[in-house]
């Protein structure tokens, strides 16, 4: 049997290998960077929500299943340059180091994952311009060091604010969907800095939350635990306030129908999901349609979400939408039996 190759090295593609590899099947895991793990590992999550568990409990497992594993040929900081449909399965292009190399496999995964919103692309919230205006990225490793900061100075802040939303939802950047995440997320590093914390004040300014299942648990923890403070409204701008020092949220608070204009010490964006540079290669490579939103779509998302419809191709985890951690593992093991059932048959 040819191997099977999956794209991508975050949870839905490690997922997808280590349980490849149980089957018995072989397996070449390729990953553009030079390391595995994906967006929890480039940006260094801290807790994960909603049960605040460490990154690591979620992720050594997975990455546990990769390394040394026999029946895996792991290939880092390597594209796919070329895809050919043969007989059965596909003839692929590697690139790795300018080096092509051409392998024949029996079917593929794609596990290419999503990026974060570039929020230079809100201008009005000043993230590039202000130090102490951050994202989602930012927060996560500072939570990760224990070191709650403000770049500016390096002092600690009084108070801070969350503002959910920025690249979602929002038709002004073409991002109308939803990410997902962004609430529980938020709500996670507002309770983090908390309860580590707790004498800084901690805000999130929300359309409406959208904490799903038992995840909403943490959201009233949140409030009732840990004291964080919720505002519905919107924020229109950040500017600087106090001789530069501080930072003023303004917007209009869509309970009270009243502007509102706040100082803070740091402002996190709670920047969505888009579909990654990975993805968009992969959908071009391959002639795959696209959603209007860009990632790649099912050939029936409700029955069969990781059926791509072409023969021998399937498909895991943020590639095809925002997706959870946990659903995108769930899905790369689901991947992961089609590919081996097809490769068989
Ligand atoms: S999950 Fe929350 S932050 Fe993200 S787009 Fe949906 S409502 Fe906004």
Aim: glycine share 12%.
């Amino acid at each position: 049997m040819n191997p099977v190759l999956v794209l991508g090295g975050g949870p839905a593609g490690l997922s997808a290998a280590g349980e490849l590899a149980s089957l018995g099947a072989p397996t070449i895991l390729v990953e553009r960077e030079g390391y595995l793990g994906g967006n929890p590992k480039r940006w260094h999550y801290s807790l994960l929500a909603p049960d605040l568990r460490p990154t690591e409990e979620v992720m050594d497992p997975l990455l546990g299943k990769i390394e040394g594993n026999s029946r895996i040929e792991l290939r880092l900081s390597t594209t796919l340059a070329k895809a050919e449909p043969v007989e059965k399965g596909y003839r692929v292009t590697l690139r790795s180091a300018g080096a092509l190399e051409e392998r024949d496999v029996s079917s593929v995964i794609v596990a290419t994952g999503f990026d974060h919103f570039d929020s230079r692309r809100k201008f009005e919230y000043g993230y590039g311009r202000y130090p102490d205006v951050l994202d989602f990225k930012e927060i996560e490793i500072m939570l990760h060091e224990d070191r709650v900061l403000r770049p500016s100075d390096g002092k600690p802040p009084k108070r801070m604010a969350w503002i959910l939303c920025v690249g979602s939802r929002d038709v002004q950047v073409g991002n109308p969907w939803c990410c997902r995440m962004g609430c529980v997320v938020s709500i996670k590093q507002a309770v983090e800095v908390r309860r580590k914390h707790p004498e800084i004040d901690a805000y999130v300014y929300y359309m409406d939350i959208r904490t799903y299942g038992l995840w909403e648990d943490l959201y009233w923890k949140s409030m009732q635990e840990y004291g964080v403070k919720f505002v519905r409204g919107r924020i229109g701008q950040i500017t600087l306030a106090e001789g530069g020092s501080r930072l003023m949220a303004t917007g209009e608070d869509t309970i009270l129908s009243r502007p509102t204009e706040v100082p803070f010490d740091m402002i996190i964006l709670a920047s969505g999901m888009e579909p990654s540079a990975g993805t968009k290669e992969v959908a071009t490579l391959f002639g795959l349609s696209v959603g209007p939103e860009g990632f790649l779509t099912p050939r029936i998302s409700d029955l069969n979400p990781v059926d791509s419809g072409v023969p021998g191709l399937f498909f895991a985890g943020a590639a095809t939408g925002p997706k959870a951690i946990p659903d995108a593992i769930t899905e790369g093991m689901g991947a992961a039996l089609r590919a081996f059932q097809y490769a068989r048959d």
